[in-house]
């Protein structure tokens, strides 16, 4: 058994342009199962940091508790982190991105730490539209307690040791939007070339994303009669299209028509290209995106992809007319203005 | 498209082992090095001795194309010390005579001569004796070893190594007629032996003929000449001032041993620039460090003699110029000549043939600058009983091409006096075995050290040039071998791919280190190797492709930086990988084809 990764890696990995390399994101070895969904969507966020230019100091990943929410340990070891409570990753992140505005939040979550113990927490952070990417690593089970069926695993699905269950599942990105969200997309650990872009889109959002990637428990929840196993997943999934993320520094140069309709300039200056394939799709609709959602589960497929994305977005801090500053640089000066200020604010009361 | 790899064939994996491949013998050495790990050193050196059957004195002095060619050498700043490992084996081993092959006291009733007792045809001799030959061997040295003995100085190669080595043929029985000059082939063939092998090297070494060369007498030497001279003790000590002519190995050895017998201005001066010299690297270190300097880009051009005496030379200054197709020209600077005073010159610059003993109507064709024409993989020549190898065959060379050719020609004997055809080679032997030992445990040690290369311990240097027998590098002591031995990557352990279990998971292209896996659609090569996860530039190594997985892609491996580290097998839920010992070894003389 390995409990080290080896130190060595390809030679000529590419730079990005804070001169790192990919080696510079990653976090120790992975203690999940082998093949693990989650670990591959560790490799994606990895890649689209790096890819991104992000330095590691500038990101802030925070979780709860379950496979999935130990995940943050196995990339990005050079950025801040918390592992808090089960269930309670959104109102951390709600604290910490009060105080400090200039970080990115990466929360990671899992099915059950979301839509079970966690949900109300989770409804919450996506009704004030907190400025964070919050990804659920979703295989429909509590992994981590031996893979008991979560809120997320299908009505009839069965896991590897159980029956089948009973109940109708809850579907994130489809409650999500009824929330309010306006960023929402769904994914699958097995496909890189979506997930990695739909993260770099989800980060340049200004607003709360939700992404939420199925990922097969191998262990408990990848058998035959799994609705969220590798193979299930493959042969019923549906991409909404797929999305070309281009960085603010190339877009001068980038081949896409200017005000095409499914082209969206983020708060960033970057740009995202819709390649719609679901013709019936209007993603900047939130009617069109929850009828969409809601005609692909009725006909037992999985839909993928960008699902809604408000172009408008305020977050809690335009909401609330936050300190521009993070808290932490505000002097005294700052924050005891003096006696005039204060006969200021005291005259506008009166 | 590219089409699935084909690892049934040998020579697939055999390429990802890339010392192993890159060694003219193939000796195994990823197999000896684990051995030497487990401080089996007997063990380890009778793998080096089947392969390459002078452990010894290869761990000393081999040419070693195996190191550049190391994988280690791609992701790390050097290669594993591969060579200086092999000594290792060969300093710490116990008695091997209960593990030398036994020789029929019965013979065969054949009789083979090998003219020339260099390793070449000591390694005939060793692999034919088993076999039930009459082997005898002729060499006008008083003792075998050929230029291992007369040329190797004693201070990289000590005469104890080498007698041990030698002996172990020898004492199996062979016929030696030593110092004996063979003066005519026809005379040989005319004593009824089933077949000959010649393995007489390139003993002559070259003269320049400057101005000045008939005056300076005896103060200007061949280096190869001066060398064997030094070695049969006929000489003893040289002048103060003594410049070496020439930028190879026997420059090398010819500067660091005038500077034991007296030489206390000892310069080599060599007509191309320092870094296109022939020595190795590390040769040209070894000299450095005895205080040698080299002065590069000086062509000779006279003898300059004064009172009918040689007092220097003088050297035109020039500079390398390269057209477009890269050849080079030397070009005069037009600075006046330079002048370098002098007792002694010692010209070495180059070695060729010579075979005035053959006559020209026994049936032994010659071609080209007129050597004998050999067929490159059987090395017979035109006269189907003689055969040639190491250096005689195709010009000077080092001492592990030249086992590894006789290792060939003794194949093609024993196939000739058996009756069968000389093309029909035996295939290597192989095994290809899984080293899975539990659900994450490997019988190999997969994790991979991050030590730098062991640089080995020289004695002192005022000891080392005051006796020119006192052997220079020390060699690694066990802790130090073991070290290095685990720097390692265990290339011989095969990533191998089953495609029906995988499921596309991607775990095994998120845990590499070194991002050698993808899955992807298959293409054209150029176009595939564009698309992989890590950069894939090194067209040398192969990219080890499946057949189609159900999602219509394929799992691409480059090989070029693989660590063999094993974590993509660790991390598959499926074992759709497994890290597999492959075993290649090639094929000797007896073993049926
Ligand atoms: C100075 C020097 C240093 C070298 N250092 C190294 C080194 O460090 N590592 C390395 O790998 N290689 C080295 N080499 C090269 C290496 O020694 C040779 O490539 C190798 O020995 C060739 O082996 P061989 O069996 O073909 O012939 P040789 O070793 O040359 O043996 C041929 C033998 O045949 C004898 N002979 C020739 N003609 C006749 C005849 N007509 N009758 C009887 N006997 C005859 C010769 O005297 C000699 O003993 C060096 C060479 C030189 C010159
Ligand atoms: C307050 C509290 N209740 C229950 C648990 C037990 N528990 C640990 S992980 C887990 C479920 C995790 O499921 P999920 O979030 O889907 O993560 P996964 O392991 O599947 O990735 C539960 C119930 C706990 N740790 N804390
Ligand atoms: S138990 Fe399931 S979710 Fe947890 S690490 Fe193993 S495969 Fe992943
Ligand atoms: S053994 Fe497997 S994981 Fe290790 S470097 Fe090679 S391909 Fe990558
Ligand atoms: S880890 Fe195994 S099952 Fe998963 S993609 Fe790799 S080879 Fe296939
Ligand atoms: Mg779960």
Known sequence: ?350 | MLKPTDTANPEYFHKVVDCQYACPAHTPVPEYIRLIAAERYTDAYMVNWESNVFPGVLGRTCDRPCEPACRRGRIDEEPVAICRLKRVAADNKSSIADRLPPIPEKKNGKRIACIGAGPASLTVARDLMPLGYDIDIYDNQIAGGGMMRSQIPSFRLPLEVLDEEVNYILDMGVTTFFDVEVESLKAMLEKDYDAIFVGTGAPRGKLLKLPGLDEAGDAVHIGIDWLSNVAFDHTDKIGKRVLVLGGGNTAMDCCRTSKRLGGEDVRVVVRSPFADMKASPWEKEDAMHEGIPIYDNHVPKEFVIEDGKMTGMLFEKVEAQYDDNGKRSLVPTGEDPVFMEADDVLMAIGQENAFPWIERDVGVEFGEWDMPVVDRVTFQSTNEKVFFGGDAAFGPENVITAVAQGHQAAVSIDLLLRGESVTDRPSPLTNLLSQKMGVHEWSYDNAVESDERYVVPLAPLDKALSDRKLEVELGFDQSTGYKEAERCLNCDVQTVFEETRCIECDACVDICPTDCITFTANGEEAGLRSRLTGPANNLAQDLYVSEDLPTGRVMVKDEDVCLHCGLCAERCPTTAWDMQKFLYNVSKAGHAA
Do not use: W
């Open chain 1, 1 to 350: 058994m390995s409990y080290q990764i080896p130190s060595f890696r390809h030679p000529d990995l590419p730079v990005n342009d804070l001169g790192y390399t990919r080696a510079d994101y990653e976090g120790s070895i992975s203690t999940l199962c082998a093949g693990c969904g989650h670990d591959s969507i560790s490799g994606s966020i990895v890649k689209a940091v790096h890819e991104l230019s992000i330095a590691p100091h500038h990101i802030a990943k925070l979780s709860g508790i379950g496979c999935s929410s130990k995940a943050p340990t196995y990339f990005l070891g050079k950025s801040h982190g918390f592992n808090s409570v089960h269930g309670r990753m959104p109102s951390v992140v709600t604290g910490a991105a009060m105080a400090n505005r200039d970080l990115l939040y990466l929360g990671v979550s899992g099915d059950g730490d979301t839509a079970s113990i966690g949900m109300g927490q989770f409804a919450h952070a996506v009704r004030r539209n907190l400025n964070m990417v919050y990804i659920v690593m979703n295989n429909g089970c509590y992994g981590l307690t031996k893979g008991q069926d979560s809120a997320t695993a299908d009505e009839g699905s069965a896991s590897k040791k159980g029956d089948p269950n009973p109940f109708s599942a809850i579907d994130l990105p489809g409650m999500a939007l009824q929330l309010g969200a306006t960023f929402v997309a769904r994914s699958f650990s097995g496909d890189k070339e979506q997930l990695v872009p739909l993260i770099k889109a989800a980060i340049s959002h200004h607003g709360f994303a939700l992404i939420d990637v199925i990922s097969p428990c191998v262990t408990f929840n990848n058998n035959p009669a799994s609705t969220k196993s590798y193979e299930f997943v493959r042969e019923h999934s549906e991409a909404t299209g797929t999305v070309d993320f281009v960085p603010m520094k190339e877009e001068i140069t980038t081949r896409y028509h200017a005000g095409s309709p499914h082209e969206v300039t983020m708060h960033d200056g970057s740009v995202i290209h819709l390649n719609k394939v679901d013709e019936n799709l209007d993603p900047f609709d939130r009617g069109s995106a929850m009828m969409t959602l809601q005609r692909h589960r009725d006909a037992g497929q999985i839909l993928t992809g960008l699902i809604y994305m408000d172009r408008d977005s305020r977050d809690l801090h335009d909401v609330l007319e936050t300190s521009q500053r993070p808290l932490n640089t505000l002097g005294e000066s700052d924050l005891c203005p003096g006696n005039k200020v204060l006969q200021t604010i005291n005259a506008s009361l009166r």
